[in-house]
């Protein structure tokens, strides 16, 4: 885990995309190289790639897994927890996965579940899709008020999830649950990372 100084001095001393491209979209992210890491970072590429039917380059950890510290303004820093301590849940691993034709499924079932009542998914989803990414993990289907909404928009969701979910238990042997972020494109990963890190620049300054 790198130093909180150290990184810090890191994100202030590069540009937006000097540090996203230098080391975010790195193949070294302390998640996968710390010692007791459950398996290398091209193997777990690879088999979610598998998953989802695209290439390994199409599959990124971000998030406070890739240095091992978060990098929202909310909570800059704050060490990535690998279990649950003193109340506090553990960590999700925040994965991008580059792909046009996901990008488009996942967004016309968030659109045929609002249109078909489901109107939490607008509040919990629109403004992540104006960024021009769209959000999945396992619990679509819950409503803001907990309840569990019985539906057949997010089946295919639900389902590639519990693909991932399968494998990230047995091949993977993986302890944090993984949440999805799903591009059109490099460039848009680009663009919202780089809007990323200039706010969380502008809350460490």
Known sequence: MMPKGDLRDLILECSEEEFNMGH???????????????????????????????????????????????????????????????????????????????????????????????????????????????????????SNLGASRVTTKFDRILRLYDDVKREANTSLRLKNEIKFRVYRNKDDVLAYQNWSISEFKKAIA
């Open 24 to 142: 975010l979209f790195s193949d070294n992210p302390w998640y996968f190289t710390r010692p007791d890491a459950p398996c290398d970072y091209t193997f777990f590429r690879e088999k979610i790639g598998q998953v989802f039917g695209i290439s390994e380059e199409s599959v990124m950890l971000i998030g406070s897994g890739y240095f091992g510290r978060s990098l929202s303004p909310s909570s800059p820093f704050r060490p990535y927890r690998l279990r649950n301590t003193s109340g506090n849940p553990k960590s999700d691993l925040d994965v991008v996965i580059i792909s046009p034709k996901h990008f488009e499924t996942i967004w016309i079932d968030l659109i045929a579940a609002f249109y078909a009542g489901h109107h939490y998914v607008y509040k919990r989803y629109a403004k992540s899709t104006f960024k021009k990414f769209v959000s999945f993990d396992s619990k679509m289907h819950i």
